[in-house]
């Protein structure tokens, strides 16, 4: 953070991460320079017919005298013109409906987006390290990735002294099989899906067509029940849901390489979402670093660059604050 945002000490705005299971709201403040959280709430998506209404909800809770006149809203979808329509959820929010709530200046941005900006803010404390200690490159872009109610991907691009994030849905590439099971679950998925993309396999949904492929190609018969269930089974040794979120963690290891290289990420790979810090034990044993680093010839590239598990609870707001202090400035 800048010396001038330092300056911004005494500010206040909404702040919030909206995706298709939950819509998280709160106030950002700056104090030496750090975005500090406060007030958060927790609303359900799908019980709101509208975004709008869910901040309307929020502010009216928390009665707050004056209303901010910034608000910054992280949401889980492509933003056009100021606007985001939540696929899942059937229902829009923009820029324009926070303005006739009341706030003056109004911004939405992707969650992967704000997630990227979140790096800058957490502390060591905030991460848990996948494999080995590595130093990657000073200054160097980083990425981050996620599974969660779907897939995220961005990156905080950096070119000396300027960092831009990236707004992007790289959830939605095409899953790229690793070796035989999984070009055999490639095959089963197909014939559901028209178009195999990461998501429908890392994510919440996606264990559960991961879980349920693995077992057609072993012809076993078992209850696929929610993911949560699944990934507290797997940490209780089931052997079937084990197998299954190991898969899913070596997949996730694939494609944060993967990402890596995209993005030129040699600062470091950061893994986000709701997932990956419910499952580190089976992470850490699991076959994620080394297929981080198995792709032929450039695995001299991806070697040192470290990995690690966003565990804030939630760093889209730091993000967000960031961008909220921007606009007020």
């Known amino acids: 953070m800048t010396d001038a945002a330092k300056a911004g000490d005494g500010f206040c705005a909404l702040v919030g991460d909206i995706g298709g299971t939950h819509a998280r709201l709160a106030l950002a403040e700056f104090h030496d320079g750090k975005p500090v959280i406060s007030d958060i709430r927790e609303f359900p998506s799908p019980a709101y017919s509208n975004g709008r209404d869910i901040v309307r909800d929020y502010l009216s809770q928390t009665a707050l005298k004056p209303q901010p006149q910034t608000a910054a809203i992280a949401v889980a979808g492509p933003i056009t013109n100021g606007s985001v329509h939540f696929t899942n959820l059937g229902w829009a929010l923009s820029e324009n409906d926070l303005r006739e709530l009341g706030f003056a200046k109004a911004r939405l941005l992707n969650d992967f987006e704000a997630l990227a900006l979140s790096i800058r803010h957490l502390s060591p404390g905030d991460l848990h390290r996948l494999g080995a200690a590595q130093s990657g490159v000073s200054n160097a872009t980083v990425a981050v990735i996620g599974p969660g109610t779907g897939f995220g991907a961005s990156a905080l691009v950096r070119n000396g002294t300027v960092a831009v994030a990236m707004a992007a849905e790289g959830g939605h590439a095409s899953f790229a099989p690793g070796d035989d099971v999984e070009r055999d679950v490639l095959r089963v998925i197909a014939r559901r899906h028209s178009h195999v993309s990461i998501e429908r396999i890392l994510s919440g949904p996606g264990l559960l067509n991961l879980h349920a492929a693995l077992n057609e190609i072993e012809s076993v018969s078992a209850d696929a029940g929610s993911p949560a269930e699944i990934t507290g089974r797997a940490l209780n040794g089931e052997p079937h849901c084990r197998r299954t979120v190991l898969r899913f963690c070596a997949i996730l290891g694939s494609v944060a390489g993967d990402f890596a290289l995209y993005y030129g ?25 080394r297929r981080f680093e198995a792709k032929g010839r450039f695995n001299v590239y991806l070697a040192p660059i470290p990995t690690q598990i966003v565990m804030h609870a939630h760093p889209a707001f730091l993000g967000a604050a960031e961008i909220a202090w921007q606009m007020s400035a």
């Open 265 to 289: 990420a040699r600062g470091g790979m950061f893994i986000a979402g709701g997932i990956a810090p419910s499952i580190v034990p089976i992470l850490e044993m699991s076959d994620f670093r």
